[in-house]
């Protein structure tokens, strides 16, 4: 009989632990940490260049200062480790006339980049959902 309720125990501890979250990884190490996001700015910095749709806006951006501040804005909004030091999306944004449609083409380039890395749909997902409210933000129209 003790046996018995042992056993019980033991299958109860191993459903319960079954059923509870392990520790889940953060969106920021499921976008491959401080390397991945790295990575991830970068390819999207290569998407922008070759994408005509929207490569003008960009004419006379300081392209290493909007790199390092888009790699810190995507480390802090996936829970990373750090702390976004650049203007509000709104000050940044306000004198291109950014349309649905240029809005749209990055965000194509963005998910083209994080497939060829290979970031699970979940993650990609749970990225895009952060951005989105942004938008209101960044586009005019
Ligand atoms: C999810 C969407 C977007 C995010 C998260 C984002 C993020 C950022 C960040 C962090 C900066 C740097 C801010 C600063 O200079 O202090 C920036 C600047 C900039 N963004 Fe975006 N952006 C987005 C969409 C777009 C779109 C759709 C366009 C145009 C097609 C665009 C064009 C620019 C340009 C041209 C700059 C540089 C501004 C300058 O040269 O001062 N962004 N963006």
Excluded: W
Excluded at 60 to 69: A, K
Aim: charged share 15%; with cysteine.
């Amino acid at each position: 009989m003790t046996q018995f309720i042992a056993t019980l125990v033991m299958l109860c501890s191993l459903l319960l632990g079954g059923c509870s979250q392990p520790n889940k990884p953060s969106l920021y190490q499921q976008l491959g940490g401080a390397e991945g996001i790295a990575a991830i700015t970068d390819g999207l910095l290569y998407e922008i260049e070759h994408d005509q749709r929207i490569v003008h806006h960009f004419a006379d951006t300081d392209i290493e200062r909007f790199r390092r501040l888009l790699a810190e804005q995507l480390c802090e909004l996936s829970g990373g480790p750090c702390v976004y030091s650049g203007g509000t999306m709104q000050q940044s944004h306000s004198s291109f006339n950014i349309s649905l449609a240029d809005y749209d083409a990055l965000v194509d380039g963005l998910i083209k980049v994080m497939q060829r890395q290979n970031i699970s749909i979940s993650a990609q997902n749970q990225l895009l959902a952060l951005l989105a409210p942004m938008y209101k933000d960044i586009s005019y129209r």
